[in-house]
Structures are given as C-alpha cells and as structure tokens.
T-cell receptor, first 112, second 113 residues
Framework: GAVVSQHPSWVICKSGTSVKIECRSLDFQATTMFWYRQFPKQSLMLMATSNEGSKATYEQGVEKDKFLINHASLTLSTLTVTSAHPEDSSFYIC????????FGPGTRLLVL | KQEVTQIPAALSVPEGENLVLNCSFTDSAIYNLQWFRQDPGKGLTSLLLIQSSQREQTSGRLNASLDKSSGRSTLYIAASQPGDSATYLCAVQKSGGSYIPTFGRGTSLIVHP
C-alpha cells in the first residue's frame, strides 16, 4: 500500500512552453502533498506544500507564478512549470502525506 | 533550522564489505528519521523508518540506529553487493509541526564486484 505515481516520468520541452506534472496517490487519500526539486548530486529541496481544496504554500525563493500547483482532489496534485527555461531543468519529485511521506518516482524535466 | 549532514559523501568498496553510513542532525526534536535509497534518475525508496522513541530498525542486511540525544543515525549494510550501489539519503522529520522532512545530501555508494 501507499503507492505514489508521477506522470510523465520524463519530459523534454522547448524554452517558453509550459509543462504539467501529475502526482497521484494510488491507494490512499492525501490531503497534503509535497513537491521537491533535486539538482544533480544535491539533496531534495522542498518547493511547496500542496493542500487539497486550498492554495499551496510555497517555500522561500520559489516563485508561485512560475510553479503553479493545483490539488484538485484527495488523490491528485499537479505542478505546472510555466514559461519553462533551461534553468528549470531538474528532477521533480512529489510525495503524499499519510502519517509519513511516500514519494513518487520523480519526473525529469529538460528544457532546451 | 534543522541541518542534516551525511558522511561520507561518496564511498567505493569491494563486494562483501560491511559498511557504515553516517547521518547527523542539529535539532534533536524529531518525529522520526528515515533512510532512503535512490537509484540514478529514479525516485526514493524507503528503506527504514525509525520513530523518535526507537533506537534501531532492521530489514534484511540493513540496520539503522538512532541516537537522538547526540543527533546521529547510522545505516549499517552487511555483506555489501553490487546491487546495493545507489545513493542513500537520510531524512529527519521535525516533531510538533508539519512533519516536512529535511534531507541530507546523501552518500553515493558503489560496490564493485
């Protein structure tokens, strides 16, 4: 139990386009999900906390208009990287809260 | 602010060795500590979860200990195998709050045949 999926697993896009990443809790409901970003050989950095039915809480230094988060249901949160640029290329990981956090497999984004 | 440090940053050993990976944290007011494995380009796989009231957890060849008062945890890997090659991350969840974990940078392990 406690499986979290992400889609897509990898995406390549042109600079200036927007990319949506989905995070789903497959066998449990999660009122809270988290989005992390990981650069090569670095640790996971929390970007934002996604709350079902309310606005996301962003960490300091994360642009909320750049990284749009929607938590439309108890099993789905989406992260949209708007007007993506090469510096947004990274590995994005979500997690869903069920007493502890269960992590998705990650999405690798490459912006050309 | 909680800080998590993992030592060593990288480790390369021959197959069969017993290994110790270290994790230290600055704030002992923790809810739990978790060890994860991350393969290249992949997400996180939870290995062991130690609650703040526990001293250790074991799973197969893995044993994790927790000394909350000194702010330390160790992950012991017995009889290492090439399949153990991965990055091992330590994460600490703070008590009395949102339970958002703070991650260390990880230890990159290579076990060669």
């Amino acid at each position: 139990g406690a499986v979290v999926s992400q889609h897509p697993s990898w995406v390549i896009c042109k600079s200036g386009t927007s990319v949506k990443i989905e995070c789903r809790s497959l066998d449990f409901q999660a009122t809270t999900m988290f989005w992390y970003r990981q650069f090569p050989k670095q640790s996971l950095m929390l970007m934002a906390t996604s709350n079902e039915g309310s606005k996301a809480t962003y960490e300091q230094g994360v642009e909320k208009d750049k990284f749009l988060i929607n938590h439309a249901s108890l099993t789905l949160s989406t992260l949209t990287v708007t007007s993506a640029h090469p510096e947004d290329s990274s590995f994005y990981i979500c997690s869903a809260d069920r007493e502890t956090q269960y992590f998705g497999p990650g999405t690798r984004l490459l912006v050309l | 602010k909680q800080e998590v440090t993992q030592i060593p940053a990288a480790l390369s050993v021959p197959e069969g060795e017993n290994l110790v990976l270290n994790c230290s944290f600055t704030d002992s007011a923790i809810y739990n500590l978790q060890w994860f494995r991350q393969d290249p380009g992949k997400g996180l796989t939870s290995l062991l979860l130690i609650q703040s009231s526990q001293r250790e957890q074991t799973s197969g060849r893995l044993n994790a200990s927790l000394d909350k008062s000194s702010g330390r945890s160790t992950l012991y890997i017995a009889a290492s195998q090439p399949g153990d090659s991965a990055t091992y991350l330590c994460a600490v969840q703070k008590s009395g709050g949102s339970y958002i974990p703070t991650f260390g940078r990880g230890t990159s392990l290579i076990v060669h045949p």
